[in-house]
Protein backbone atom coordinates (compact mmCIF):
# COMPACT_ATOMS: atom_id res chain seq x y z
CA UNK A 1 0.00 0.00 0.00
CA UNK A 2 0.65 3.44 0.00
CA UNK A 3 2.04 3.73 -3.56
CA UNK A 4 2.91 7.26 -4.92
CA UNK A 5 2.98 7.44 -8.66
CA UNK A 6 4.34 10.58 -10.75
CA UNK A 7 4.37 11.13 -14.51
CA UNK A 8 6.13 11.76 -16.85
CA UNK A 9 9.07 10.09 -15.28
CA UNK A 10 11.32 12.25 -17.44
CA UNK A 11 11.34 14.70 -20.09
CA UNK A 12 13.33 17.65 -22.22
CA UNK A 13 11.57 20.44 -23.21
CA UNK A 14 12.43 23.64 -24.98
CA UNK A 15 13.18 26.39 -23.09
CA UNK A 16 10.20 28.80 -22.89
CA UNK A 17 7.83 26.29 -23.35
CA UNK A 18 5.88 24.73 -19.92
CA UNK A 19 5.75 21.52 -18.60
CA UNK A 20 3.33 19.61 -16.19
CA UNK A 21 4.02 17.41 -13.81
CA UNK A 22 0.81 14.98 -12.58
CA UNK A 23 1.74 13.06 -8.85
CA UNK A 24 -1.30 10.63 -8.04
CA UNK A 25 -1.68 8.81 -5.19
CA UNK A 26 -2.82 5.36 -5.92
CA UNK A 27 -3.84 3.30 -2.71
CA UNK A 28 -4.54 6.40 -0.69
CA UNK A 29 -6.94 9.33 -0.46
CA UNK A 30 -3.94 12.27 0.30
CA UNK A 31 -5.16 15.16 1.49
CA UNK A 32 -2.06 17.00 1.27
CA UNK A 33 0.96 16.97 -1.26
CA UNK A 34 4.18 17.87 -0.98
CA UNK A 35 6.17 19.52 -3.78
CA UNK A 36 10.20 19.21 -3.53
CA UNK A 37 13.19 19.92 -6.20
CA UNK A 38 16.43 17.94 -6.20
CA UNK A 39 19.30 19.44 -7.61
CA UNK A 40 22.35 17.21 -8.76
CA UNK A 41 24.22 15.95 -5.27
CA UNK A 42 21.67 18.30 -3.43
CA UNK A 43 19.15 17.57 -0.74
CA UNK A 44 15.69 17.89 -1.51
CA UNK A 45 14.11 21.67 -1.01
CA UNK A 46 10.35 21.45 -0.24
CA UNK A 47 8.70 23.67 -2.48
CA UNK A 48 5.18 24.09 -1.58
CA UNK A 49 2.52 22.72 0.18
CA UNK A 50 -1.00 21.68 -1.31
CA UNK A 51 -4.12 20.92 0.62
CA UNK A 52 -7.42 19.53 -1.79
CA UNK A 53 -9.63 21.75 -2.85
CA UNK A 54 -6.97 25.23 -1.56
CA UNK A 55 -4.25 27.14 -2.90
CA UNK A 56 -0.99 26.29 -2.02
CA UNK A 57 1.23 27.25 -0.29
CA UNK A 58 4.51 28.26 -1.48
CA UNK A 59 8.13 27.98 0.32
CA UNK A 60 9.98 31.27 0.68
CA UNK A 61 11.75 32.32 -2.78
CA UNK A 62 9.56 30.15 -4.85
CA UNK A 63 8.10 31.82 -7.22
CA UNK A 64 4.45 31.00 -7.14
CA UNK A 65 3.56 32.68 -10.63
CA UNK A 66 6.73 29.95 -12.06
CA UNK A 67 5.34 26.62 -10.01
CA UNK A 68 1.64 26.56 -10.68
CA UNK A 69 -0.17 23.28 -8.50
CA UNK A 70 -3.36 22.25 -8.58
CA UNK A 71 -4.93 19.98 -6.01
CA UNK A 72 -8.00 19.17 -7.59
CA UNK A 73 -8.68 15.68 -6.64
CA UNK A 74 -7.82 13.41 -3.07
CA UNK A 75 -5.36 11.39 -5.41
CA UNK A 76 -3.86 13.97 -8.10
CA UNK A 77 -2.11 16.83 -7.57
CA UNK A 78 0.03 18.54 -10.56
CA UNK A 79 3.02 20.69 -11.00
CA UNK A 80 3.30 22.87 -13.74
CA UNK A 81 6.36 24.61 -15.05
CA UNK A 82 5.50 27.47 -16.70
CA UNK A 83 7.65 28.85 -19.07
CA UNK A 84 10.61 26.93 -18.60
CA UNK A 85 14.26 28.19 -18.49
CA UNK A 86 17.53 25.91 -18.32
CA UNK A 87 18.08 27.11 -14.46
CA UNK A 88 14.61 24.76 -13.80
CA UNK A 89 16.40 21.82 -14.65
CA UNK A 90 16.12 19.56 -11.91
CA UNK A 91 14.86 16.39 -10.12
CA UNK A 92 10.87 16.81 -9.12
CA UNK A 93 9.51 14.73 -6.05
CA UNK A 94 5.93 14.81 -4.71
CA UNK A 95 5.18 13.32 -1.92
CA UNK A 96 1.38 12.23 -0.21
CA UNK A 97 0.34 12.02 3.07
CA UNK A 98 -2.95 10.34 4.08
CA UNK A 99 -6.10 11.43 5.79
CA UNK A 100 -5.28 9.71 9.20
CA UNK A 101 -2.89 11.86 11.76
CA UNK A 102 -0.34 9.68 12.56
CA UNK A 103 0.39 9.10 8.23
CA UNK A 104 3.72 9.75 7.35
CA UNK A 105 4.48 11.20 3.77
CA UNK A 106 5.21 8.42 0.76
CA UNK A 107 7.33 9.76 -1.55
CA UNK A 108 6.90 9.76 -5.45
CA UNK A 109 9.76 7.91 -7.65
CA UNK A 110 10.71 11.63 -9.20
CA UNK A 111 10.25 13.42 -12.41
CA UNK A 112 13.64 14.55 -14.27
CA UNK A 113 13.14 17.76 -16.19
CA UNK A 114 16.08 18.94 -18.52
CA UNK A 115 15.06 22.09 -20.53
CA UNK A 116 17.28 23.29 -23.61
CA UNK B 1 24.76 26.45 9.76
CA UNK B 2 22.08 23.82 8.08
CA UNK B 3 19.28 22.78 9.55
CA UNK B 4 19.88 18.95 9.11
CA UNK B 5 23.12 17.81 8.70
CA UNK B 6 25.58 15.13 7.40
CA UNK B 7 28.69 13.87 6.18
CA UNK B 8 28.43 13.31 2.47
CA UNK B 9 30.30 9.75 2.21
CA UNK B 10 30.12 6.64 3.93
CA UNK B 11 32.58 3.79 2.90
CA UNK B 12 32.13 0.32 4.94
CA UNK B 13 32.95 -3.44 3.90
CA UNK B 14 30.26 -5.79 3.04
CA UNK B 15 28.99 -7.48 6.07
CA UNK B 16 29.98 -5.44 8.38
CA UNK B 17 28.12 -2.91 9.94
CA UNK B 18 27.55 1.10 8.59
CA UNK B 19 26.38 3.86 11.11
CA UNK B 20 25.37 6.86 9.29
CA UNK B 21 25.46 10.39 11.36
CA UNK B 22 22.77 12.72 11.19
CA UNK B 23 22.58 16.01 13.29
CA UNK B 24 19.77 18.90 13.28
CA UNK B 25 19.64 22.47 15.06
CA UNK B 26 15.43 22.22 15.71
CA UNK B 27 14.79 21.22 18.96
CA UNK B 28 11.15 21.51 18.27
CA UNK B 29 11.93 18.39 15.76
CA UNK B 30 9.17 16.11 16.63
CA UNK B 31 9.39 13.06 14.23
CA UNK B 32 13.04 12.22 12.68
CA UNK B 33 13.01 10.29 9.56
CA UNK B 34 15.83 8.07 7.95
CA UNK B 35 14.69 7.65 3.62
CA UNK B 36 16.68 5.68 0.59
CA UNK B 37 17.30 6.85 -2.26
CA UNK B 38 18.94 4.45 -5.44
CA UNK B 39 20.04 6.09 -8.40
CA UNK B 40 17.48 7.94 -10.35
CA UNK B 41 14.86 6.66 -8.15
CA UNK B 42 12.57 8.40 -5.66
CA UNK B 43 12.75 8.28 -1.83
CA UNK B 44 11.90 4.60 0.24
CA UNK B 45 10.95 5.74 4.22
CA UNK B 46 13.03 3.30 6.07
CA UNK B 47 12.02 4.51 9.31
CA UNK B 48 11.13 7.40 11.38
CA UNK B 49 11.54 7.92 15.62
CA UNK B 50 9.49 10.31 17.83
CA UNK B 51 11.29 12.57 19.60
CA UNK B 52 10.09 10.87 22.87
CA UNK B 53 11.82 7.89 22.47
CA UNK B 54 15.98 6.73 22.64
CA UNK B 55 15.64 3.93 20.24
CA UNK B 56 13.84 1.70 17.71
CA UNK B 57 14.89 -1.16 16.04
CA UNK B 58 12.98 -2.56 12.69
CA UNK B 59 15.03 -5.98 11.61
CA UNK B 60 18.65 -4.76 10.25
CA UNK B 61 18.17 -1.01 11.14
CA UNK B 62 18.91 0.64 14.05
CA UNK B 63 17.94 4.19 15.30
CA UNK B 64 19.45 6.03 17.92
CA UNK B 65 18.13 9.27 19.19
CA UNK B 66 20.31 11.59 21.53
CA UNK B 67 17.95 14.69 22.02
CA UNK B 68 19.61 16.50 24.65
CA UNK B 69 22.59 16.60 21.69
CA UNK B 70 20.36 17.02 18.57
CA UNK B 71 21.76 13.63 16.81
CA UNK B 72 20.58 10.86 15.27
CA UNK B 73 21.78 7.55 13.62
CA UNK B 74 20.86 4.81 11.56
CA UNK B 75 23.10 2.12 12.38
CA UNK B 76 22.63 -0.76 9.22
CA UNK B 77 23.66 -4.84 10.69
CA UNK B 78 25.00 -6.67 8.05
CA UNK B 79 25.72 -4.47 5.15
CA UNK B 80 25.01 -5.85 1.62
CA UNK B 81 25.66 -4.32 -1.36
CA UNK B 82 21.71 -3.74 -2.03
CA UNK B 83 22.28 -1.77 0.69
CA UNK B 84 24.36 0.93 -1.64
CA UNK B 85 22.50 4.27 -1.86
CA UNK B 86 22.08 7.46 -0.40
CA UNK B 87 20.72 8.13 2.58
CA UNK B 88 18.11 10.68 3.94
CA UNK B 89 18.18 12.43 8.00
CA UNK B 90 14.59 14.41 7.71
CA UNK B 91 13.10 15.77 10.69
CA UNK B 92 9.66 17.58 10.80
CA UNK B 93 8.28 19.57 13.41
CA UNK B 94 4.41 17.51 13.18
CA UNK B 95 2.86 14.72 13.52
CA UNK B 96 2.86 12.39 10.60
CA UNK B 97 4.80 14.83 8.23
CA UNK B 98 2.09 17.02 7.93
CA UNK B 99 4.35 19.77 7.05
CA UNK B 100 6.75 19.66 4.56
CA UNK B 101 9.96 17.47 5.62
CA UNK B 102 13.03 19.11 6.19
CA UNK B 103 16.43 16.91 4.58
CA UNK B 104 20.09 16.91 5.31
CA UNK B 105 22.47 16.46 2.41
CA UNK B 106 22.33 12.95 2.09
CA UNK B 107 24.96 10.57 2.86
CA UNK B 108 26.23 8.12 0.17
CA UNK B 109 26.94 4.64 1.82
CA UNK B 110 29.31 3.17 -0.38
CA UNK B 111 30.07 -1.19 -0.18
CA UNK B 112 33.15 -2.32 -0.46
CA UNK B 113 33.37 -6.31 -1.71
Known amino acids: GAVVSQHPSWVICKSGTSVKIECRSL??????MFWYRQFPKQSLMLMAT?????????EQGVEKDKFLINHASLTLSTLTVTSAHPEDSSFYIC????????????FGPGTRLTVL | GEDVEQSLFLSVREGDSSVINCTYT??????LYWYKQEPGAGLQLLTYIFSNMDMKQDQRLTVLLNKKDKHLSLRIADTQTGDSAIYFCAESKSGGGADGLTFGKGTHLIIQP
Open chain 1, 27 to 32: DFQATT
Open chain 2, 26 to 31: DSSSTY
Open chain 1, 95 to 106: SARGTRLTDTQY
Open chain 1, 50 to 58: SNEGSKATY
